[in-house]
């Protein structure tokens, strides 16, 4: 059996990015740890939730409700300020985008090593769509695997093809929603001719589900409707559609005509 770290910048980015993944590595016994950046504290949440306890601490506490549902043996918080979007950041000092890249991989390396991780999930290096704390993951994640000498390093992305597909699925709700137009995702994620591995998670879809329902934070907006709230709305035969598989490019190897299901494959070897 492996050791796994996914590494991620906010709560909720493990149950949309990897949480089937996680669930599936997790059932195949193997040990899943995760990693997250910041508690996403920034986030956007509605005004009633900054009542009382803070939306950093409700966060993290909704992690560790995620991480639970997807079998993870452990969870860090590493403690990082989340920078905000690059159109909006934040002041704060420790912003993890901001940060020494190399500080903060030390930090990380030094958990690979503990854990004697065989292998490490990051982001691909556009961050997904570009949210600044996403592009440091990849920096970072990629530098620590090699100060610990971690033998896999898989980038998670999406499928931009299947992407801007699941999204004319839901139009009835595009039309409510900008971010759920297929035009917006015209350059966002990988093309698929750069992915490696194509992961089926349509046996732990319940879990990622569950998990992407824990944080309830995210699904809330002041007057705007939010992504993740729709994304939970959809019937069953549609989340499997949109949900059922996951993406990665695994650094260092040649994208073959059929992606691989196994994101420990090279380990195998």
Sequence with gaps: MSTVVCFHAHPDDEALYTGGTMARLAAEGHRVVLVTATAGEAGLAASALSQGTPLGERRAGEL???????????????????????????????????????????????????????????????????????????RVGTRAAQLAATPVVAEATVDRRALQRAVRLVGWAARTTAELQPSHYATLYSPTGALTHRVD??????????AMRAHASQATADGAGRTLAWFLRLPPP??????????????????????????????RR
Excluded: N
């Excluded at 918080?77 to 901001?98: E, I, K, Q, W």
């Excluded at 990665?248 to 190897?253: D, L, N, P, T």
């Design 238 to 267: 549609l989340f499997a559609v949109v949900f059922g598989r996951e993406w990665f490019i695994e650094q260092g190897r040649t994208p073959a005509a059929r992606p691989l299901d196994d994101l420990l494959a090279s380990l």
């Design 64 to 138: 560790a409700a995620s991480a639970k549902i997807l079998g993870c043996a452990r969870t860090v918080l590493l403690g990082y300020a989340d920078s905000g979007m690059a159109d909006a950041p934040t002041d704060h000092p420790d912003a993890f985008a901001r940060v020494d890249p190399e500080a903060a991989a030390r930090r990380l390396a030094d958990i690979l090593v503990e854990e004697a991780a065989d292998a490490l999930t990051v982001y691909d290096a556009a961050g997904g769509y570009g949210h600044p704390d996403h592009i440091q993951v990849h």
């Design 201 to 210: 998670v349509r046996r732990h879809l319940g879990q990622k589900r569950a």
